[in-house]
């Protein structure tokens, strides 16, 4: 599926090939226009940075191939340092379900090709003057003249950097295993830790489905005693969730940044806009981002087809990462609370207050509300 680049002309070159950079070119090439999409990556099943869990207004909104979503879960589990007396909540509807990743971005890598996105594997995106962007793959440097560019280039994205865009500041890193397991003693679940010596500021995980298992951790990078590595390793050790699975010898290993400051205010220009991580389209506190992801990526191949198609580059002005923030406040002071949480003491007393009704009912409004992202219309 590698496009062979020259100094050539498009409408639009999409600068990374995660799951935003795919919708956004291939909503663009559906409706006609010519979009070159440039991933570094020389295979997309390689170097997975997500967990993939979908929600349920993903999976609802979304046409994604079933055959690549492990099975519904509708248990959550939290617990606190100590792991006793954890608080069990259950949802009556299918609420998440985990994606399998490398054969969802090849399946969306086809597809998108089939609309008549070129696609360019193992290219990197080196820089840009003016409208002329710089990009280095298997036939050597490559200019590039494109009307628009869209930044689906991650949480550090230099696309950002090049068009002076607001970029990323508040971001955790996070790090996880991910193997099969035969079976599972209990029904499907999401188990989270809320311990601020293993995962400060954020949370731990396991995530077992039945089919798959994810054991991770993720916090800020500063705050990790002994490295995230470690941390990982550690919780791994006595994780909850993964009573009668076997861990095999070898797992897949899967890390990276996570934006958690909101989203950008500043996320568009005359020259192009940004999309996923690069937007900061994630949740500040659960950081889920692969329904923010498809939800401002669908707005965005709106703006850019009437951008393209009224010949102004006025209508980006519309792709306002400031008025879809405000929907972010309740979510970023939560946010700032769950920061400040740096003992397992203050972690234990969180809980009592989770256990009364009215925490209860604040965690399953969090955890199976209807909320996601904005709508973007």
């Known amino acids: 599926m590698t496009a062979a680049l020259s100094s050539e002309t498009v409408d639009v070159l999409v600068v990374g090939a995660g799951l935003a950079g795919l919708h956004t070119a291939t909503v663009l090439a559906e409706r006609g226009h010519d979009v070159l999409l440039a991933e570094r990556r020389p295979h997309l099943a390689g170097a997975i940075r997500t967990t993939g869990i979908f929600v349920r207004k993903t999976l609802d909104d979304f046409p994604l191939p079933p055959d690549c979503l492990g099975p519904p879960i509708r248990r959550v589990v939290l617990y606190p340092p100590s792991l006793r007396r954890p608080v069990t909540l259950d949802s009556d509807r299918d609420e998440y379900r985990v994606g399998d990743m490398a054969p969802l971005y090849e399946g ?71 193997f099969e397991v035969a079976g599972n003693d209990g029904p499907p679940a999401f188990h989270c ?148 949480v740096r003992t397992p003491a203050v972690a234990a007393a969180a809980f009592a207050a989770l256990r009364t009704p009215v925490g209860r009912a604040a965690a399953r409004r969090i955890l199976f509300g209807d909320r996601s992202f904005p709508d973007a219309a």
Do not use: K, M
């Open 108 to 178: 969306a890598a086809r597809a998108a090709v089939g609309a008549g996105v070129r696609l360019a594997l193992g290219t990197r995106y080196v820089g840009r003057r003016a409208d002329i962007y710089a990009l280095d793959g298997p036939a050597g440097p490559t200019r590039v003249r494109a009307r628009y560019v869209v930044g689906a280039d991650g949480a550090r994205s230099r696309v950002a950097r090049d068009l002076a865009l607001d970029r990323n500041e508040h971001l955790l890193v996070g790090g996880e295993e991910v």
């Open 193 to 340: 830790v809320l311990d601020p010596t293993l995962a400060p500021g954020y949370l731990a995980w396991v995530v077992n489905d039945g089919r798959h298992a994810h054991v991770g951790v993720a916090g800020y990078a500063d705050r990790f005693p002994d490295g995230l590595r470690r941390a990982v390793q550690r919780f791994a050790a006595s994780a909850p969730g993964l009573t009668g699975t076997d861990r095999p010898e070898e797992v897949e290993r899967r890390g990276g940044p996570i934006p958690v400051g909101g989203l950008l205010r500043r996320i568009s220009c005359p020259r192009g806009l940004l999309v996923g991580d690069a937007a900061g389209a994630v949740s500040p506190l659960t950081a889920g981002g692969l329904d923010p992801c498809l939800r401002l990526s669908a707005l965005a191949a709106d703006v850019l087809d009437d951008a393209l198609r009224a010949g102004r580059a006025t209508a980006l002005e519309h792709y306002d990462g400031a008025a879809l923030r405000a929907s972010f406040r309740g979510r970023l002071a939560l946010r700032r609370g769950l920061a400040q």
